[in-house]
Each structure stands twice: as structure tokens, then as C-alpha cells.
């Protein structure tokens, strides 16, 4: 597994919805609900294994002082390990 960090909010919404489904997270939500999620987050980490989205991390807060953190991880590895090095 050789697992690629990236911090965007363009990720396939299709990819993300995979990973839900295999993770059984939201499996409900619509390609139009994700748009949304990934559009209104305050920072976005993915996780990739060559072209399958991994693990995704997500921080959205509703802009007066609360934040929320939602990791949705399928390795063995976290998204801590993103922040090992200098970004």
C-alpha cells in the first residue's frame, strides 16, 4: 500500500461516495449531498492508494467557534500521519 496525502476539496464525488458505502457512512447521501459537504468543509485531507480514495478527513465548523473533525479511514494508517512532515 503506498498511501499519497493530498490536501484539496477536489476529490471525485463519486470516489467519496465509494468510500462511504464501503465504510457504510452516510451511505445514503447523493453525489449533490457530498458536493456540498466537501464545498462547506474548512479543510479537506484525502488519502489515496494509487486511484482509489483510502481515507478522507474532513474539519467543518459553523463559523462561530465549534468544530467538528470527521475521519473516515479504511487502512491500517491515520491522517495524523499527514502532518508528520512540514505542509
Given amino acids: 500500500m503506498n498511501i499519497v496525502f493530498r490536501s484539496s ?3 471525485p464525488t463519486r470516489s467519496v461516495q465509494s468510500l462511504f458505502r464501503r465504510m457504510e457512512f452516510s451511505d445514503w447521501w447523493t453525489l449533490k449531498d ?3 459537504y ?3 468543509a474548512l479543510f479537506v485531507v484525502s488519502a489515496w492508494d494509487r486511484c482509489t480514495l483510502a481515507g478522507l478527513g474532513v ?4 463559523g462561530g ?4 473533525v470527521w475521519k473516515h479511514l479504511t487502512g491500517p494508517w491515520v491522517l495524523s500521519d499527514y502532518f508528520a512532515g512540514d505542509r
Wanted: net charge neutral.
Fill in 59 to 62: 474539519l467543518t465548523g459553523e
Fill in 34 to 36: 457530498i458536493k456540498w
Fill in 9 to 11: 476539496r477536489s476529490i
Fill in 38 to 40: 466537501l464545498e462547506h
Fill in 65 to 68: 467557534g465549534t468544530a467538528g
